[in-house]
């Protein structure tokens, strides 16, 4: 079996804590079965492993959400970068692809994709299995998870079964009415779950890579012009014009937890991070992960979130509504996670004679290496908070720990390695402060006793 996980979006619902690079499933606001604190893409990983399932992962994502992922799941799934956002028909493509050119998976084989960020029970993963045998038995063409309504919801997407386990139709978000009537018949919710066996998609990518590129069935040949492939949601494009559906049923918790409402709902405790909140207070959760304290007193249906975008204060209904209001605003990220660490900026300014800096304070985890790099526009002045490591400038290897400085001029090839975790403070200044001023080069670290 192969999962393909679909990791999209930008997660604006949840600002100020999401951000393009830092999508709402990274976000380690749940709990696991210790109480330590986890994301959504980590929870899913982590009920797939329960589930007992033994299958290739890989992650369909856009190159910004790549080093959270690898920080998250290190190198437990591979990853297959988007060239550009283009709906998933062409996301879905693109890992298949991947998975019979570069994976040389057999083409007989099962893939199931689904969005990654969904919240629900270890059983619904369990329920690949059904799936997966379905696929196997040649039933249908595509195999679909059907989630068993709760309620009438105007907000999903509706199977329709003419008898049980086969689809007839879909109805998209219909109103109450039309959704209590729809249950009644037997129709399930639609939770974007779909299984195939590789050699179907296949077919249907050849017909698609005709007029893309040089024709060829090739990873990089799809990638290299993954710009002309259509944009359509995989629903439309494939499920909706295939000769035979099936679906499996999953009765189980299912909840899409993309806004601070209903993503408090399932937090454990109703404060992370530098809190002190009144026992008058009620329904109010408070997520602080600023260096400096939040205190809430008789507050009551309230999120208070507080990061390094901003600072939200919301009723928790009307915080459904907040993506208008910070639509527009920098995109900029101020905090973001590496698979080497992360980082978190403190200060941007801009001055007269159009110099900017940017002061960050990065956490490098022991072990781990940054990149090793040069920058064409800007200088840098790093200073050791805590830890110890090494640094590479220019091929040259230096040793340096708490209290240490070293500045690295632009042009500099450089990285550093951590023995213990470090904490740097770094300064750049420069007319250039934006990450993509970095250009990456190839280094091997010498093994090194003290890691």
Same mark, same amino acid.
């Given at each position: 079996?192969?999962?393909?996980?679909?990791?999209?979006?930008?997660?604006?619902?949840?600002?100020?804590?999401?951000?393009?690079?830092?999508?709402?499933?990274?976000?380690?606001?749940?709990?696991?079965?210790?109480?330590?604190?986890?994301?959504?893409?980590?929870?899913?990983?982590?009920?797939?492993?329960?589930?007992?399932?033994?299958?290739?992962?890989?992650?369909?994502?856009?190159?910004?959400?790549?080093?959270?992922?690898?920080?998250?799941?290190?190198?437990?799934?591979?990853?297959?970068?988007?060239?550009?956002?283009?709906?998933?028909?062409?996301?879905?493509?693109?890992?298949?692809?991947?998975?019979?050119?570069?994976?040389?998976?057999?083409?007989?084989?099962?893939?199931?994709?689904?969005?990654?960020?969904?919240?629900?029970?270890?059983?619904?993963?369990?329920?690949?299995?059904?799936?997966?045998?379905?696929?196997?038995?040649?039933?249908?063409?595509?195999?679909?998870?059907?989630?068993?309504?709760?309620?009438?919801?105007?907000?999903?997407?509706?199977?329709?079964?003419?008898?049980?386990?086969?689809?007839?139709?879909?109805?998209?978000?219909?109103?109450?009415?039309?959704?209590?009537?729809?249950?009644?018949?037997?129709?399930?919710?639609?939770?974007?779950?779909?299984?195939?066996?590789?050699?179907?998609?296949?077919?249907?990518?050849?017909?698609?890579?005709?007029?893309?590129?040089?024709?060829?069935?090739?990873?990089?040949?799809?990638?290299?012009?993954?710009?002309?492939?259509?944009?359509?949601?995989?629903?439309?494009?494939?499920?909706?014009?295939?000769?035979?559906?099936?679906?499996?049923?999953?009765?189980?918790?299912?909840?899409?937890?993309?806004?601070?409402?209903?993503?408090?709902?399932?937090?454990?405790?109703?404060?992370?991070?530098?809190?002190?909140?009144?026992?008058?207070?009620?329904?109010?959760?408070?997520?602080?992960?600023?260096?400096?304290?939040?205190?809430?007193?008789?507050?009551?249906?309230?999120? @208070?979130? +507080?990061? *390094? !975008?901003?600072? &939200?204060? #919301?009723?928790?209904?009307?915080?459904?509504?907040?993506?208008?209001?910070? =639509?527009?605003?920098?995109?900029?990220?101020?905090?973001?996670?590496?698979?080497?660490?992360?980082?978190?900026?403190?200060?941007?300014?801009?001055?007269?004679?159009?110099?900017?800096?940017?002061?960050?304070?990065?956490?490098?985890?022991?072990?781990?290496?940054?990149?090793?790099?040069?920058?064409?526009?800007?200088?840098?002045?790093?200073?050791?908070?805590?830890?110890?490591?090494?640094?590479?400038?220019?091929?040259?290897?230096?040793?340096?720990?708490?209290?240490?400085?070293?500045?690295?001029?632009?042009?500099?090839?450089?990285? @550093?390695? +951590?023995? *213990? !975790?470090?904490? &740097?403070? #770094?300064?750049?200044?420069?007319?250039?402060?934006?990450?993509?001023?970095? =250009?990456?080069?190839?280094?091997?670290?010498?093994?090194?006793?003290?890691?």
């Amino acid at each position: 079996m192969n999962i393909v996980l679909l990791s999209g979006g930008s997660g604006k619902r949840l600002w100020p804590l999401s951000n393009e690079v830092r999508s709402k499933q990274f976000l380690k606001l749940l709990s696991d079965e210790q109480g330590n604190h986890e994301s959504m893409v980590q929870r899913v990983y982590r009920q797939i492993v329960q589930a007992g399932i033994e299958a290739k992962i890989v992650v369909a994502t856009s190159a910004t959400q790549v080093e959270a992922i690898r920080g998250q799941l290190q190198n437990d799934v591979d990853i297959v970068v988007e060239p550009e956002r283009r709906n998933t028909f062409p996301a879905i493509l693109l890992a298949a692809v991947y998975l019979e050119t570069q994976k040389k998976v057999d083409p007989d084989e099962t893939v199931i994709v689904l969005p990654v960020d969904p919240f629900v029970d270890v059983a619904y993963f369990e329920t690949f299995k059904e799936m997966d045998a379905k696929v196997q038995e040649g039933s249908a063409d595509i195999v679909l998870m059907g989630i068993k309504p709760s309620y009438p919801s105007e907000k999903y997407g509706y199977i329709i079964q003419k008898e049980q386990g086969i689809v007839t139709g879909f109805k998209e978000k219909p109103d109450a009415t039309t959704a209590a009537n729809l249950i009644e018949s037997g129709a399930l919710w639609n939770g974007g779950v779909f299984a195939f066996r590789l050699r179907y998609l296949m077919q249907i990518a050849d017909e698609h890579l005709k007029q893309v590129g040089n024709g060829k069935r090739d990873f990089w040949n799809v990638v290299k012009n993954y710009a002309q492939l259509k944009k359509n949601s995989f629903d439309y494009e494939v499920v909706e014009q295939a000769d035979s559906l099936a679906v499996v049923l999953y009765n189980g918790s299912w909840k899409d937890i993309g806004t601070w409402n209903t993503l408090t709902e399932e937090m454990e405790k109703e404060s992370i991070g530098d809190v002190i909140m009144g026992e008058d207070c009620i329904n109010t959760h408070v997520i602080n992960e600023l260096s400096i304290p939040v205190v809430a007193l008789g507050t009551k249906d309230l999120v @208070i979130a +507080a990061g *390094q !975008d901003g600072i &939200l204060v #919301s009723d928790k209904h009307k915080s459904s509504y907040i993506k208008p209001y910070v =639509e527009n605003l920098s995109n900029r990220p101020m905090y973001e996670e590496r698979r080497w660490g992360e980082y978190k900026v403190y200060d941007y300014s801009q001055y007269s004679d159009g110099t900017r800096s940017i002061t960050k304070h990065i956490t490098i985890n022991a072990g781990c290496a940054q990149e090793y790099e040069v920058h064409r526009y800007k200088d840098e002045v790093i200073t050791v908070a805590n830890g110890s490591g090494e640094l590479v400038i220019d091929g040259c290897l230096i040793k340096f720990s708490c209290g240490d400085t070293i500045s690295i001029k632009r042009g500099q090839k450089h990285g @550093i390695r +951590a023995f *213990q !975790d470090m904490q &740097l403070i #770094s300064v750049q200044i420069g007319e250039d402060i934006t990450e993509e001023d970095a =250009e990456t080069f190839n280094w091997h670290w010498q093994e090194d006793k003290s890691l």
